[in-house]
């Protein structure tokens, strides 16, 4: 049906290509969480995606769960944005800033000693990311009520701060084990409330969060990012295909302008059912190849296809897979290094 170098409508907007930049947590803003021009160059060098969504970008300075990610909850982090957005637009390309809130998926190291939040006080297992020495994560405290309308308050400043910046719309952090993902899923939300307990009510705070969203930016610019497979950072539900398709039916309904689903193709995949039920953008992602990728695009399972690693490598990642050339491999030890080593310096083929 479609190809990788064709326009797609993404809600209220057009990208000029049918490939997406996933978000790519990076770890170069610095303490003071605020872009800054190295981030310019590294954004500007992939411009050639049609719809680049941004790193995780957490919303409030009690949300975070690794050290040196940007945030958007200030007019000075707004402002910063500005430049990176401008320098994608001067290319042709979109831009979206996918909104974060870790949850449980932190440590008091870095949350000024306060305990980690999330639906339910249970553990995850495994050890916090990138600190070291390395420790396990903490029991997390429940958030009470009242907080849970604070965080969804969070969200809505921050989409109103993006729009601010000039971005071309938000998209919900709902994936990977991070706040919303442990209200959704039935192994990490234990409440008796009204966010607990049945399906509806454990997607009540994603729902919440897009329709603060839709209040600001207007459905046809708001996306969500999911990973059904529930995968990362100790996850899991009693039934994945009713939780998920409950939300990507709630979502239809709001008309939100696309989904975004990491999950590797695989015979238990339930992204293709889930699609199903969507009338919007589905935008797939995870372990794609660059024949998988065209093969995706040609048989109409999903409009649009995401890579990750491939460009972190590749900033010219759209013309090696338009000329099926080879690929950079990725430097592993340079992910989260400092400045624009493995960062800026992967090589484009004009350069090589």
């Known amino acids: 049906m479609a190809e990788l170098n064709t326009p797609l409508t993404v809600g209220d907007f057009e990208i000029k290509n049918r490939l997406v930049m996933a978000p790519l947590t990076r770890a170069r803003s610095g303490e003071s969480r605020v872009p800054n021009d190295l981030m310019v160059e590294y954004y500007q060098q992939r411009a050639n995606a049609g719809l680049i969504l941004t790193e995780a970008t957490v919303i409030g300075s009690k949300t975070v769960g690794y050290a040196e ?28 800033a996918q909104l974060w809130h870790v949850g449980r998926i932190s440590h008091p190291e870095l949350l000024d000693g306060d305990i980690p939040v999330a639906p339910s006080a249970i553990q995850p297992a495994g050890e916090v990311s990138l600190l070291r020495p390395k420790r396990p994560y903490v029991t997390p405290r429940a958030l009470s009520l009242e907080e849970v309308k604070e965080v969804v308050a969070q969200y809505k400043n921050s989409a109103e701060l993006a729009k601010a910046a000039g971005f071309d719309g938000v998209e919900l952090h709902a994936a990977n084990g991070y706040l919303i993902d442990q209200f959704l899923q039935s192994n990490t939300n234990q409440r008796d409330d009204e966010y607990g307990g049945s399906v509806e009510n454990r997607a009540r705070l994603l729902l919440e969060v897009v329709d ?20 990362s950072h100790d996850m899991g539900d009693e039934n994945p295909l009713a939780t998920f398709g409950y939300v990507v039916e709630q979502l239809s309904q709001r008309n939100v302008a696309f989904i975004f689903s990491r999950e590797y193709e695989a015979a238990d995949s339930i992204s293709p059912k889930l699609r199903e039920k969507f009338n919007g953008v589905w935008i797939a992602n995870e372990n794609l190849t660059p024949e998988s990728a065209k093969r ?14 491939a460009y972190i490598a590749n900033p010219d990642l759209l013309q090696r897979l338009e000329q099926d050339l080879p690929l950079n491999e990725l430097q592993p030890t340079t992910l989260y290094a400092k400045g624009a080593e493995g960062y800026t310096d992967y090589p484009t083929l004009e350069a090589s």
């Open 69 to 96: 990610t940007p945030g958007l909850w200030s007019q000075e982090q707004a402002q910063a944005w500005n430049k990176i957005i401008e320098a994608v637009h001067a290319q042709g390309s979109k831009i979206v």
């Open 212 to 231: 603060a969203f839709i209040e600001v930016w207007g459905a046809g610019r708001v996306g969500v990012h999911i990973a059904p497979r529930g995968d």
């Open 296 to 309: 995706i695009l040609r048989d109409g399972e999903a409009d649009a296809v995401s890579f990750g690693k």
